[in-house]
């Protein structure tokens, strides 16, 4: 990694937001000069803090997550193991994405550079890549599967997205495209009309359509907005 200067900033952040972030829940920030080998000493011992301590050492896609998503450029984030431990909502196994036949699993990591502007949801296998989000209101349950729509043999999927501020939201939807999730729609989300729940919202209509219901003012003005990839 570059050397910026011979000392940095490392930050702190201390935040674990409300299910469906009701509130502004913005993250308080300490900040302290740090050596920058001390830096990335202590971003390692996240990591490993991450590993061993939250998902008991049993995965280890952990081991090469800065190699894979750490760009020079950055600066880098470290934690408190403290904030760590209590921003963590556990793994969360979800419907064969992969095509394998076997239940994936992920948890949400929170952004250790500054060029992530946003927390990421991160699977156990490999061979998905994270989901990197601009928000810093992400939660396990907020991720869910909606089938191959496509019919290519992996299964799409959605997230509940909040900015951590207002009552609107919204749900989009992503296909796994070249390695990367690509986003293939999007519709409003009112968390005054919280029924439905968000997986009756996402419906397979042929093969690369579907649709997404949209409520954000009244819930007799609903509508299932169309998409095709």
């Known amino acids: 990694m570059k050397l910026i200067s011979s000392f940095i900033l490392i930050t702190l952040i201390s935040c674990k937001e409300q299910k469906k972030d009701k509130a502004d829940t913005s993250p308080i920030v300490y900040t302290k000069k740090i050596n920058i080998d001390s830096l990335k000493q202590r971003v390692k011992e996240n990591i490993h803090f991450i590993r061993d301590s939250l998902l008991k050492g049993k995965e280890s896609l952990l081991g090469d997550y800065l190699e894979k998503y750490q760009p020079d450029s950055c600066v880098i984030i470290a934690y408190d193991d403290s904030d760590l431990r209590s921003g963590f ?64 043999g992996l299964s799409e999927i959605c997230i509940f997205h909040s900015s951590c501020v207002s009552r609107f939201k919204s749900l989009i939807a992503y296909s796994l495209k070249n390695n990367e999730w690509k986003e293939i729609g999007n519709c409003g989300f009112d968390i005054g009309f919280m029924k439905p729940g968000e997986e009756k919202r996402v419906r397979k209509i042929s093969k690369g359509k579907f649709e997404m219901l949209e409520i954000i003012d009244k819930e007799e003005n609903k509508e299932w907005k169309q998409f095709t990839f």
């Open 89 to 152: 909502e556990g793994v969360k196994k979800i419907e064969d994405i992969n095509g394998d036949k076997i239940d994936d699993a992920f948890f949400v990591m929170p952004p250790f550079n500054y060029c992530d502007e946003g927390y990421s949801y991160s699977f156990f296998d490999s061979s998905l890549p994270r989901l990197l989000t601009d928000s810093y209101c992400c939660h396990p349950d907020n991720l869910f599967s909606i089938g191959d729509i496509d019919e290519d």
